[in-house]
């Protein structure tokens, strides 16, 4: 005889929600105030110019402009030159 129940529904149905991680907008894509760049688990990519580096580490554009990947996956917003 099982001394376990046959189901084992009761203590299943646990799981975590996604996070949505990974690079919201690529180089040379046009960014607003306040978009997201990239959302990351710790400081895989680091902040540049014009954008700032949130509590979670989601790097975010701090003007308008256009996102730029430097060297040493670094990553800045510049203004559009219209």
């Known amino acids: 005889m099982a001394h376990k129940k046959g189901q084992g529904s009761s203590r299943n149905g646990r799981d975590s929600n996604p996070q949505m991680r990974g690079i919201k907008k690529f180089g040379g894509q046009s960014v607003t105030t306040g978009a997201i760049i990239v959302r990351q ?17 989601t790097i975010f554009s701090m003007i308008e402009g256009v996102v ?3 060297t040493r996956r670094r990553i800045s917003v510049y203004p559009a030159s219209n």
């Open 41 to 57: 688990c710790g400081t895989k990519f680091r902040p540049g110019k014009n954008v700032g580096l949130g509590r979670d580490y």
């Open 68 to 70: 730029k990947f430097d």
